[in-house]
């Protein structure tokens, strides 16, 4: 039963331009919704969040959009940089507890 | 302000055996939450603990457990170790468990 799905597995941008990231999701329960960075042999990184009652959420050059109705929320990186390649998980939460994440999007962002 | 920190980086065991790994918070934060992340099922929640009790538990056996110190640092354990529980062992910590959780480096475990 996989609650969060993120269904590319891989995203190849240059760099300047934008980067979208998908993800969907099925437990309605879900209040906060977070995206992490991961490189190799690192834990990941904690990028954005957004709670169920808002649609958006900016921090510098991330944002994250949420459709309740269509159990979807995306990550827009703008302008996407070299240094933003990694793999990138959702994860969604009740009261940031117990994270379900999903199984990752590998970005590279190309010169 | 220093970030979670793990240890041992990197372990290798043999089937059977059993492991214990550690985890310090960031100072100040008193929720530590453990996660396996493996290729075939990803990042997987094991448990939560918050003033020394487990609070949240994941889909992981009994093999798989945990504790938390008056300090909470956080150590989780691992008996009789299987082929499948070779993974990255994260560990994350928050100040309550109600807030946003930040990762350590985690433990990459190797069973021969």
């Known amino acids: 039963d996989q609650q969060v799905k993120q269904n590319s597995p891989s995203l190849s941008v240059q760099e300047g331009r934008i980067s979208i990231l998908n993800c969907d999701y099925t437990?309605?329960?879900?209040?906060?919704f977070l995206w992490y960075k991961k490189y190799p042999a690192e834990g990941p990184t904690f990028l954005i969040s957004?709670?169920?009652?808002?649609d958006k959420n900016e921090d510098g050059r991330f944002t994250v959009f949420l459709n309740k109705s269509a159990k979807h929320l995306s990550l827009h990186i703008v302008p996407s940089q070299p240094g933003d390649s990694a793999v990138y998980f959702c994860?969604?939460?009740?009261?940031?507890?117990?994270?379900?994440f999903g199984t990752g999007t590998r970005l590279l962002v190309s010169p | 302000k220093a970030g979670v920190t793990q240890t041992p980086r990197y372990l290798i065991k043999t089937r059977g055996q059993q492991v214990t790994l550690s985890c310090s918070p960031i100072?100040?934060?008193?929720?530590v939450s453990w996660y396996q992340q493996t290729p075939g099922q990803g990042l997987q929640f094991l448990f939560e603990?918050?003033?020394?009790?487990?609070?949240n538990k994941g889909n992981f056996p009994g093999r798989f457990s945990g504790r938390q110190f008056s300090n909470s640092r956080s150590e989780m354990n691992v008996s009789t170790l299987e082929l499948g529980d070779s993974a990255l062992y994260l560990c994350?910590?928050?100040?309550?468990?109600?807030?946003?959780?930040?990762f350590g480096p985690g433990t990459r475990l190797l069973v021969l």
């Open positions: 603990y918050f003033s020394e009790t487990q609070r």
């Open positions: 994860a969604g939460s009740t009261g940031f507890q117990k994270l379900v």
């Open positions: 437990n309605s329960m879900f209040d906060y």
């Open positions: 957004i709670s169920s009652i808002k």
């Open positions: 994350a910590s928050s100040l309550t468990g109600r807030e946003t959780q930040y």
């Open positions: 100072s100040g934060h008193r929720s």
